[in-house]
């Protein structure tokens, strides 16, 4: 079995990596010390533990970010969604890195070597420091992993290090059990695996002999896999705060980028947005982004979002926003309208325009109610909503209803169908006692939709035509 390990060099500034400029030096930092920094940093030479008075001697221009647990935590939670597009058996460990299994996924990947370069494609184009290391078990894997930071913090390990590379002041032993290996001339693993095993035990505790056990495959590491979770929502840190709406379309694009992926590997589409805008005070803004076609590409997002920000103004200047997508649909399954109708892409690409442009109250579509009186058995409704269901009449109605009944003189027409009662609504204002038929009018050819009220003095009104 082969165990890959994905080595988080700065987990929390991978946190933020999306937004930051290669050419600035950044650091995180907690009580008054530098914890962590980026390459551009560390050679104007900084260290960890600085304090920051120093670190701003030495880089004026240094940019911080307080370290935020939540943010790293998030982060590693969506990252370990992605990584299980890779393999199904991915475990977070602790706070630094990911044990993926690479077995299981030959009907994708040719080999180990292709599986594990798709994974380093993945990892570089997402912006952070981090090392991928291969072996036998997973400790070992973190072990070489590890090492190979030490040297270089973004690289792929072609080559798994021999038992004899792997120095002990790379491994999880405690600082005293690798201080007694020393003073008997034990440096690496190699050196370890010659020691009989009484020596071992007289110089290390059971724990460490547990562990030096599972990095050599002699017993089993127990982990906690991540389960899968079928939604996306990423919250993104900005790193400086955008004042404009328009200001929000670079930094978007990018959350929409994320989702095609998820999408394309979930397969799965979607057809509505919810973007969620946070200030450094008072409430968050909301942006709907609708489609009335279930989208992948991000690039219709887009489109549809510059439309949405022509018309939205900002209370606030904005420091992070999340991206929820909702109304998830399968592949390949499309959303059909009132009358199971198919709408052409065009005809959807421009309900889409309009509906984002103009607000959703602008583009509505027909549904039924849940009313026996015909005035109020029509509802309309925003396009895209879930179309609300009712039964459908036992007789023959037409589409077009008068806004208001108009008093007719019955003499002047010929009733052409049985007569349907409709009685309801005796709790509600206004109540219906009616009978209704089908009618054509004496000098003229179309049919009419007309009722005779129950009640006295039993009125004749015109309610509706029929096409």
């Given amino acids: 079995m082969s165990w890959l390990y994905l080595y988080l060099c700065q987990p929390d500034l991978a946190a933020r990596c999306q937004q930051l400029d290669p050419a600035v030096a950044y650091a995180v930092h907690h009580d008054q010390q530098v914890l962590q920094f980026n390459q551009n940093a560390q050679n104007n030479g900084l260290k960890n533990n ?5 670190a701003f001697h030495l880089q004026p221009n240094l940019q911080l970010f307080e370290q935020d647990k939540q943010l790293r935590l998030e982060h590693q939670f969506n990252l370990a969604q992605q990584l299980l597009d890779f393999s199904p058996q991915v475990a977070q460990d602790q706070e630094q890195g990911f044990f993926v299994n690479l077995e299981g996924m030959q009907n994708i990947y040719q080999d180990v070597q292709a599986q594990q370069q798709s994974l380093f494609d993945f990892c570089a184009g997402q912006g952070f420091d981090f090392c991928l290391a291969i072996d036998k078990t997973p400790l070992a894997a973190r072990w070489q992993a590890r090492q190979h930071a030490q040297v270089n913090q973004q690289q792929q390990a072609k080559k798994p290090l021999s038992h004899r590379q792997l120095h002990l002041v790379n491994c999880d032993l405690e600082p005293s059990h690798i201080n007694k290996l020393a003073a008997m001339g034990i440096y690496n693993l ?11 035990r007289k110089r290390l505790s059971q724990s460490a002999l547990t562990y030096m056990q599972q990095v050599l495959g002699q017993l089993s590491t127990p982990m906690l896999f991540v389960e899968t979770k079928q939604q996306f929502i990423r919250k993104f840190e900005l790193l400086h705060e955008i004042s404009y709406s328009q200001g929000l379309c670079f930094p978007l694009n990018q959350a929409f980028e994320q989702l095609q992926q998820w999408l394309i590997q979930s397969q799965l589409q979607c057809s509505h947005l919810r973007i969620e805008l946070n200030a450094r005070e008072h409430g968050a803004q909301h942006i709907d982004l609708r489609s009335a076609q279930a989208q992948q590409a991000s690039q219709s997002w887009h489109t549809l979002l510059r439309l949405k920000l022509d018309n939205f103004r900002l209370n606030q200047a904005v420091i992070r926003f999340q991206v929820e997508a909702l109304d998830l649909i399968p592949v390949g399954q499309q959303s059909q309208d009132l009358f199971g109708t198919k709408h052409n892409s065009p005809d ?35 396009y895209g909503q879930s179309l609300t269901s009712a039964p459908l009449p036992q007789f023959r109605r037409p589409l077009w209803l008068l806004p208001q009944v108009k008093a007719l003189n019955i003499h002047h027409y010929r009733l052409l169908s049985e007569v349907e009662r409709i009685v309801c609504a005796w709790w509600d204002t206004p109540s219906v006692q009616r009978d209704y038929y089908l009618a054509q009018h004496r000098q003229h050819h179309g049919l009419a939709w007309i009722f005779q009220e129950l009640r006295s003095p039993g009125r004749w009104f015109l309610h509706g035509w029929f096409s």
């Fill in 348 to 382: 959807l690409d421009l309900l889409d325009r309009l509906q984002n442009r103009l607000g959703p109250d602008a583009v509505l579509q027909l549904g039924l109610n849940s009313d026996h009186r015909p005035e109020r058995s029509g509802v309309l409704q925003a």
């Fill in 50 to 54: 600085m304090k920051l008075a120093t």
């Fill in 190 to 200: 190699e050196q370890y695996q010659q020691l009989p095993r009484p020596e071992l």
